[in-house]
């Protein structure tokens, strides 16, 4: 049986609430809002912020960070390896933090053969596993699209943001009659 997209997709209802969010509704207009406040933000700091800085613990900041990243490669492998459905959003922290790495050792490393390196390191290492990152992260999420309204067909539903199985028949109860 083929399903065209628009049945694959989330029915409304789930979509938009009725008790059963997924996510709030305000999530995206907050979200959106926070994104347009930021805009003059940065233009303000590209316009003020001195040129050069020295900055105070750099080296627990690169070492803090890699150590993020360290653990969140090793969290996406295990996630990954259990086939967990967490494995999405592991991946998409990974990928995130991949590209910040690439983007900071670029732009802060000094002299030709530190800025070559860098950008060796981007394109070759850190942007293609960001990549992998992303592309775990897109797979999973349009499987569990996909797999929804299958779900749903067959009598599982969402409460408080677990699936929750259909009762089969031969474990139907009566109900719970008071002994007065």
Not at 101 to 106: E, G, I, K
Not at 148 to 156: I, S
Request: hydrophobic share 55%; with cysteine; aromatic share 10%.
């Amino acid at each position: 049986m083929l399903l065209s997209a628009a049945e694959l997709r989330a029915r409304v209802g789930l979509r938009w609430g009725r008790g059963r969010w997924l996510i709030p509704p305000w999530t995206a207009p907050a979200l959106l809002g926070c994104a347009l406040v930021l805009l003059p933000w940065t233009a303000l700091l590209f316009v003020t912020l001195p040129r050069h800085y020295e900055a105070n613990h750099w080296a627990i900041a690169w070492g803090g960070f890699d150590v993020g990243l360290g653990v969140a490669l090793a969290g996406t492998a295990i996630m990954v390896a259990r086939r967990s459905p967490f494995a999405e959003v592991t991946a998409t922290v990974t990928g995130t933090l991949l590209v910040c790495d690439a983007w900071f050792d670029v732009l802060t490393s000094r002299g030709f053969s530190d800025s070559a390196q860098a950008v060796a390191l981007a394109l070759l290492i850190e942007l293609p596993i960001a990549a992998l990152c992303f592309w775990m992260a897109r797979n999973l999420a349009h499987a569990v699209e996909i797999a929804r309204p299958f779900l749903q067909a067959t009598g599982f539903t969402i409460a408080d943001n677990k699936l929750v199985a259909p009762a089969r028949p031969d474990q139907a109860t009566e109900p719970v009659r008071s002994a007065n």
